[in-house]
């Protein structure tokens, strides 16, 4: 080892590596589509304070990938110093499917449904919820309706109605069957394997991350517009759509 020379620690090197090329919070953060909060987390070691889980492995390779780094090197190093937030993932296991009945099929198809039916029904029931929550078609139709005009007297004036931010809605549309984990703004609201033709509608509030073991497999819309692909097959799920640049997502015409 030469001397004087003193080996830098794998979130120094993550912050090195990305201003030698120039690169801001933010821009890592758009092109990776995580939360400039995260970079800030990653680049100050602050492993446990990730999202849990592969996400958190996700995560550094796709910011060692975006300032130059080797993925799979940094990896590494991050588990070394920090195994106890970055513990290899167990496998899942993957369950052989068999030939079934008429009665077992109707079976299987009852139970895969019924979780979403139940999810549609809580949140469709009056209760006092949280300020982002996944909401059922009919709220959202109701939600979506332009403001009406209000007709003043000719005597007088009346008091104009408070206008309230147009909602904008993501509808996440699942192709193939795949694991999906869904936190807005620090809370996660989904988080379990999802099945082809499953849809998910979800009101957006500052920030809204999604997570999961296949890019492709996740397909959405904003507000009723197609949204772009967030990866090819194969892809981890790793994406971040913000109130203030869910326009970016959109497919242009």
């Given at each position: 080892m030469v001397a004087g020379h003193r080996t830098l620690d794998a979130a120094s090197r993550l912050r090195q590596a990305r201003e030698e090329k120039g690169l801001s919070f933010r821009q890592v953060?758009?092109?990776?589509?995580?939360s400039v909060r995260v970079i800030e987390q990653l680049e100050s070691g602050r492993i446990a304070e990730l999202p849990e889980g592969i996400y958190r492995r996700s995560i550094v390779r796709a910011v060692a990938r975006e300032?130059?780094?080797?993925?799979?090197?940094?990896?590494?190093?991050?588990?070394?110093?920090?195994?106890?937030?970055?513990?290899?993932?167990?496998?899942?296991?993957v369950v052989a499917v068999k030939p079934t009945s008429s009665f077992q099929k109707a079976l299987a198809f009852v139970s895969?449904?019924?979780?979403?039916?139940?999810?549609?029904?809580?949140?469709a029931l009056p209760a006092e919820r949280p300020p982002v929550a996944v909401m059922p078609p009919s709220t959202m139709e109701q939600r979506a309706e332009p403001m009406r005009a209000e007709i003043l007297?000719?005597?007088?004036?009346?008091?104009?109605?408070?206008?309230?931010p147009r909602p904008v809605v993501v509808t996440l549309t699942i192709t193939s069957r795949c694991q999906l984990r869904v936190v807005a703004d620090g809370t996660e609201i989904l988080g379990r394997v999802m099945m082809p033709g499953d849809t998910v509608p979800i009101e957006l509030g500052d920030e809204l991350l999604l997570l999961g073991d296949n890019a492709s497999a996740v397909q959405f819309s904003i507000n009723g517009q197609a949204g772009r692909q967030l990866g090819v097959p194969g892809d981890v799920l790793s994406a971040r759509i913000g109130r203030d640049d869910y326009q970016d997502f959109l497919v242009r015409y």
């Open positions: 953060a758009e092109a990776t589509k995580l300032v130059g780094l080797n993925p799979d090197q940094l990896l590494a190093e991050f588990t070394s110093q920090h195994p106890d937030d970055l513990s290899t993932p167990k496998a899942a296991a895969a449904t019924l979780p979403m039916a139940a999810a549609v029904l809580y949140f007297p000719v005597a007088g004036l009346i008091e104009t109605p408070l206008v309230r």
